[in-house]
């Protein structure tokens, strides 16, 4: 605070932090400029401070200035907004800083001085390092995020992979601002499908490959047991269909699922004891891909782990504030009253089993005792909108005073996606395939290839990157296709070519070989060229882009960002050359690039990546 305060000072604001509750130029070196101009702004403007303040927005390229202030935000009524945006730009003061600003239209635009910008962006880069860009504005506040939740039994399609990297990343994001983040992994480990896999592994299951491989061979289970089932099912419709009746059973093997999992929810121990192994082999599986993916749980609790008694309490809450009514032996939620899109919803079978929505209900209240979150993210696809909706109107109808701390983050299909397995996807097959396609790649550049020092890691690596990158590209509503020729591509916006930006700026360090000590002493006026102030426009803005982001809630607000970067990165190269310099423009322009690197790298940590030194 002290040294923010002496470069504010120098700007003549005594007090900035108190006026300014989200501003921290000591993380945010930008911020010393939206302060002045705000000091400076308000009492020519007449408007409140704290209202200039966040009306000070970056501009999309350099032309239009570094922050622009639309006048019409500022709400002054009765005068001409043209004519305002001239009179002040005519009375702000000449000063070291920000150049006189300039009219344009409704709008008032602001040039940064250049030296000061680039010495106040780099010094505040190489100094914090990887604790550059994010802001503790969640200090004392803790979310939970729930991601991934695989249904053991089931296949993890693709649904649970864009889950797993965008709940990763979000856990990221908010624990660099500051908050305590719970990492939550709500396994589908109860239901009526566990009833259907211990009849099937009684008939199919084998010991030895339930060792060797739990998540495909109970898969593998699963699926021949549901052929049975559905073709008893088939079998039975036919039957009736052919006395003119009408279907009373689905077939002995449904009926003996339906059994099992009945056993299993009234405690039977043989029941009981098969499930729980199906259940511990298969996390002790999911951890591992899990780390590959640089992610780690703070709290596997499954559907199954919510008690009876918070299901009951909840069951007593509904029906005694009549939220719930008794419908042919099974207790409805009539949503209709309230909103009419949600419909109706089974919260308790007839014979007295719980459901998906029931055990969601139980969850979430029991998460809040535990926890006492701020808020709580679900990230889970868009085919459960209706779902969660309905689970969040019922928490709110329950009267819970933190109903409203919950949000649903969702996210599209992703098409067309198959491995080696055919199209049931499991997360290790594709990574697996974008490892052996970027391998593939990579050995086409002989020479290259050849100083790699271990290029299975690195094609791992690069592959997973390949696999994240695409799944983070667009906003998460959208679906996408799965290509992977075109996301294993070096050409276009493509994981590898992420990966390949950061380790030209590491070549490009490793060969300069200047301590970092060394270009925090360089001197940055020499950064003269329209090549230079872009990229120090752009790393300035990073802080920002994150703040966006917790907003936005959307990866592709960081990635859209890093790949900003790199372009602005690959066409500096040829004008802006470090080696064969003269000393001091070299130190000037390395400690660019070792910024750019660093931003790059802490920008790929955040969305779960790991940057790579050589490829
Ligand atoms: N296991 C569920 C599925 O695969 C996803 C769980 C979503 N989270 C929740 N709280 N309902 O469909």
Same mark, same amino acid.
């Given at each position: ?47 409140? +401070? ?74 505040? +880069? ?49 624990? @660099? ?129 919510? @008690? ?61 005792? $535990? ?76 020479? $290259? ?71 925090? $002493? ?63 423009? @070299? ?29």
């Amino acid at each position: 605070i002290e040294s923010l305060n002496e470069q504010l000072n120098n700007f003549g604001i005594s007090e900035p932090l108190a006026l300014f509750p989200d501003s921290n130029p000591t993380a945010n070196p930008v911020d010393v400029y939206r302060c002045y101009i705000s000091h400076v702004l308000a009492p020519i403007t007449g408007v409140d +401070i704290g209202l200039v303040y966040p009306a000070l927005e970056w501009t999309q390229n350099l032309e239009k200035g570094d922050l622009i202030l639309a006048v019409p935000r500022l709400r002054i009524p009765g005068k001409n907004p043209a004519e305002l945006a001239r009179e002040w730009a005519e009375k702000f003061p000449k000063n070291p800083y920000v150049r006189p600003p300039t009219a344009t239209g409704t709008f008032l635009r602001f040039y940064f001085k250049k030296d000061v910008l680039s010495k106040l962006v780099l010094t505040s +880069i190489l100094s914090r390092k990887s604790a550059y860009g994010p802001i503790d504005t969640g200090k004392g506040k803790r979310v939970v995020v729930e991601f991934s939740s695989p249904n053991i039994a089931k296949p993890f399609h693709a649904g649970h992979l864009r889950s797993t990297i965008i709940g990763g990343f979000l856990s990221n994001l908010y624990e @660099s601002c500051g908050w305590d983040v719970v990492r939550m992994n709500y396994l589908g480990d109860w239901g009526k499908q566990f009833g259907i896999l211990g009849v099937g592994y009684k008939r199919f299951g084998s010991e030895e490959k339930l060792l060797e491989d739990p998540v495909n061979h109970l898969f593998e289970v699963y699926v021949a047991i549901n052929k049975i089932v559905e073709q008893e099912k088939e079998a039975e419709k036919a039957k009736a269909a052919e006395k003119g009746q009408k279907q009373i059973s689905n077939g002995p093997s449904d009926q003996e699922a339906h059994e099992f999992f009945f056993k299993m929810e009234n405690g039977s121990e043989e029941c009981i004891a098969m499930w729980k192994r199906f259940r511990e082999l298969s996390i002790e599986k999911y951890k591992a891909t899990y780390s590959r993916l640089n992610i780690s749980y703070d709290d596997y609790s499954g559907e199954s782990q919510v @008690s009876k008694e918070s299901m009951e309490r909840a069951g007593k809450m509904m029906r005694e504030m009549g939220i719930s009514s008794e419908s042919d032996g099974a207790i409805v939620v009539d949503f209709k009253p309230h909103a009419k899109k949600l419909g109706k919803a089974v919260v308790q079978k007839k014979d007295g089993t719980t459901l998906y929505l029931t055990r969601d209900i139980g969850a979430a209240m029991e998460r809040y005792e $535990k926890y006492k979150f701020d808020k709580m993210i679900y990230v889970v696809a868009c085919q459960q909108d209706l779902h969660l909706q309905q689970l969040f109107m019922i928490l709110k109808l329950l009267k819970l005073d933190w109903a409203d701390r919950l949000s649903h983050v969702n996210f599209g299909m992703v098409l067309g996606m198959s491995s080696r397995r055919g199209t049931v996807v499991f997360l290790d097959d594709i990574l697996a395939d974008a490892r052996d396609k970027m391998h593939e790649v990579m050995r086409k550049n002989e020479e $290259k290839y050849k100083q790699v020092e271990d290029p299975e890691m690195v094609a791992d690596v690069i592959g997973r990157t390949a696999v994240m990158i695409q799944d983070m590209s667009g906003k998460r509503i959208n679906n996408y296709t799965f290509d992977m020729a075109r996301m294993t591509s070096f050409e276009g916006d493509t994981g590898p070519y992420l990966q390949y930006a950061h380790s030209r700026l590491s070549s490009i360090q490793r060969k300069a070989g200047i301590p970092t000590e060394e270009l925090l $002493k360089a001197d940055f006026s020499l950064l003269t060229e329209d090549h230079a102030t872009n990229l120090v426009r752009c790393l300035a803005q990073y802080p920002d882009v994150l703040q966006n982001t917790l907003k936005t809630l959307e990866p592709t607000t960081v990635v859209t960002y890093l790949f900003k970067m790199t372009h602005l990165l690959s066409s500096s190269y040829d004008v802006l050359r470090v080696l064969g310099e003269e000393p001091k423009l @070299s130190a000037a322009r390395m400690a660019l690039y070792e910024s750019a690197r660093q931003v790059l790298n802490n920008g790929m940590r955040l969305l779960g990546l790991t940057p790579v030194d050589r490829m």
